[in-house]
C-alpha cells in the first residue's frame, strides 16, 4: 500500500506521524507554519535572527514531543503559536536579565555575554566532535538532509541509494548524535 505524502496529510495527521518519527511530516509541518512561527517570535523579539531560531526551537520541540500534542485542547496551529509565543518571551526575558547591568563596575557586566559565548563555543565544538565521529555514509546523508534540505527522497535520487537504506541511515545517525551528545552533556553536568 503506498504511503501517502505529508504534503496532503491535515495537520493533526502530520503531528501523529511526527510522533513516529516522520521527518518528511516535520519539514511539511516548517512549510506550513514556518514562516508564521518566524512572524509571530519577531513581533516579540524584534530581532529576525532570534525570532528564526526561536521557530526553529519550537519545530525541534514538535520533534521530541508530538506524543503531548492533544487535539481536544485546539488546533495544531494553536499548539504551535503558543510553544512560540512562550519561547519568544523566554528568550526576550533571557536577553533583557543578560542586558540588565549588574551594581558595581562595567567589566562586571560583560561577564554573562562571556560565559553564553563560550557554552555556544563548546556546544559547537561538541556537535561537530558527534558528527566526526559517523561513518562517512550517515554523515553525507545526513548533511544532504539538513544542510541541502532535502528530502529523503530527493537523497536517495541524488545518492542512487535505496529510499530505504537513505531512511535507515539518517535515523541510525541521529540515534547516534542523540546518544553522544547525551553522554557528553552528561559529563559536563558533572
Known amino acids: 500500500m503506498p504511503k501517502t505524502p505529508a504534503s ?3 495537520d493533526q495527521a502530520l503531528v501523529h506521524a511526527i510522533a513516529g518519527g516522520d521527518q518528511e511530516a516535520l519539514r511539511t509541518l516548517n512549510q506550513r507554519y514556518g514562516q508564521a512561527l518566524a512572524a509571530v517570535a519577531g513581533r516579540i523579539l ?14 525541534w520541540q514538535v520533534w521530541r514531543q508530538a506524543v503531548v500534542f492533544d487535539p481536544a485542547r485546539g488546533s495544531v496551529g494553536a499548539w504551535l503559536m503558543t510553544l512560540v ?6 528568550r526576550l526575558r533571557a536577553r533583557n536579565v543578560r542586558l540588565r547591568p549588574l551594581t558595581g563596575s562595567s567589566s562586571v557586566a560583560e561577564v554573562p ?26 554523515r553525507a546523508v545526513l548533511e544532504l538532509a539538513y544542510y541541502s534540505d532535502l528530502s529523503q527522497s530527493a537523497i536517495a535520487a541524488k545518492t542512487g541509494l535505496p ?5 535507515s541511515r539518517i535515523r541510525s ?7 553522544a551528545l547525551r553522554g557528553s552533556g552528561d559529563q559536563g553536568a558533572s
Do not use: C, H, W, Y
Open 8 to 10: 496532503t496529510l491535515p
Open 46 to 59: 524584534d530581532d529576525k535572527a532570534d525570532a528564526e531560531e526561536v521557530a526553529a526551537d519550537v519545530l
Open 85 to 90: 509565543r512562550s519561547r519568544a518571551i523566554d
Open 113 to 138: 555575554d562571556a560565559t553564553f559565548d563560550l557554552q555556544a563555543a563548546q556546544t559547537r565544538n561538541l556537535v561537530a566532535a558527534a558528527l566526526k565521529n559517523l561513518g562517512e555514509n550517515e
Open 163 to 167: 529510499l530505504g537504506t537513505v531512511k
Open 173 to 179: 545517525a541521529l540515534i547516534k548524535l542523540k546518544e
